[in-house]
């Protein structure tokens, strides 16, 4: 498996724009993740799905943050109207399920710059 | 709630030992991870420690778990260039489904 593939690795965007940051997580894993890196505030968890459900979405900063998860294999993290406050790493982390005991395998990270 | 604290920067010479510390608040934790991010890259796991052990050692790593005082540390034995990265210590509370993150620690190693 080529793990978890996010794309695009960098976006460049003006203010006001939409974006959508993607994911593709491992085959079989039924859990995923969507956390934002910033160096003030480190890595935060904004949105989890279990079995493509959103569970716990408590972490989206605002209405302007939406994720999907249409099916196992493919999600989205959607920011309209983006804002230069919103530039951080956005990482997408998989894992086989929910428990303590299982590895999160996260992608490359897609790198956000709002002007 | 729950919180994880680890010291921002570690600069140490190649061939020495780097010890990164991390305290955490949540009692009831029940995993503790190490994670490593090398630049421009995503996070992959080091290693991890159940909350009833004391030591782990995986070859250069030895990771100690003070539980009383909800303290965990990774002992990085000759330390070299490739280990220069960001590592963060993770903690997985107790019926929870989500890790919480430190801010990471960078680890700077001078040749």
Same mark, same amino acid.
């Given at each position: ?22 994911? /593709? ?42 994720? /999907? ?8 993290? /959607? ?37 | 709630?729950?919180?994880? #604290? ?10 020495? &030992?780097?010890?990164? +510390? ?17 630049? $421009?890259? $995503? ?8 909350? +009833?052990?004391?030591?782990?050692? @995986? ?13 965990? &540390? ?7 260039? $490739? @280990? &220069? ?5 993770? #903690? ?20």
């Amino acid at each position: 498996d080529a793990g978890v593939i996010q794309s695009p690795r960098h976006e460049v965007t003006e203010m006001g724009q939409e974006v959508t940051l993607r994911c /593709k997580p491992i085959s079989g894993h039924n859990s995923l993740f969507w956390y934002r890196q910033t160096m003030m505030r480190g890595l935060e968890l904004l949105i989890y799905f279990n079995n493509n459900v959103p569970i716990d979405d408590s972490g989206m900063p605002e209405d302007r943050f939406s994720a /999907k998860m249409p099916n196992a294999s493919f999600s989205t993290l /959607k920011i309209q109207p983006s804002e230069p406050r919103d530039s951080a790493v956005y990482f997408c982390a998989s894992s086989l399920n929910p428990g303590a005991n299982t590895e999160a395998f996260f992608g490359q990270g897609t790198r956000l710059t709002v002007v | 709630g729950e919180d994880v #604290e680890q010291s921002l920067f570690l600069s140490v010479r190649e061939g020495d &030992s780097s010890v990164i +510390n991390c305290t955490y608040t949540d009692s009831s934790s029940t995993y503790l991870y190490w994670y490593k991010q090398e630049p $421009g890259a $995503g996070l992959q796991l080091l290693t991890y420690i159940f909350s +009833n052990m004391d030591m782990k050692q @995986d070859q250069r790593l030895t990771v100690l778990l003070n539980k009383k005082d909800k303290h965990l &540390s990774l002992r990085i034995a000759d330390t070299q260039t $490739g @280990d &220069s990265a960001i590592y963060f210590c993770a #903690e997985f509370g107790a019926g929870s489904y989500q890790l919480t993150f430190g801010k990471g620690t960078k680890l700077s190693v001078i040749p």
